[in-house]
């Protein structure tokens, strides 16, 4: 049996993903545990990526107010050149595999510390 978890070519907030890069690609793969009530800091992603969630349930933040809750078997197509950030703001931990689909040398986020969170 399969089950399909998405197919698409848009990340959640509904822009169009870029084209792949050229040259030859990396494919990442990174499991993500971030404890009940943390909040991580605005970042963007330079590569396209996406994740299952596992357990918990996480809320990304665009920088403009948008938001989308990933829940416990979900999958979410992240933004690609747009700073957010996720928030755990249930009561369990959040387990995430996220897969990137990038090139040896690229980071997979590029942080921006000089955004406060709140």
Known sequence: MTTELIRTSQSWDGVELPDYLVG???IVGI?????????????????????IMVEGELTI???????KTVREGE???????????????GT????LYMFYLSQEGLPLSVQHPEIPLE
């Open 24 to 26: 030859k690609p990396e």
């Open 61 to 67: 933040v665009s920088i403009d107010g948008k938001e």
């Open 75 to 89: 999958a979410v197509v992240e933004m690609v050149g747009t700073i957010h950030h996720g928030e755990n703001r």
């Open 31 to 51: 499991k993500y545990e971030i404890p009940a009530g943390k909040e991580l800091g605005w970042h963007d992603h330079p590569v396209i990526n996406f994740g």
């Open 92 to 95: 369990k931990p959040v387990v």
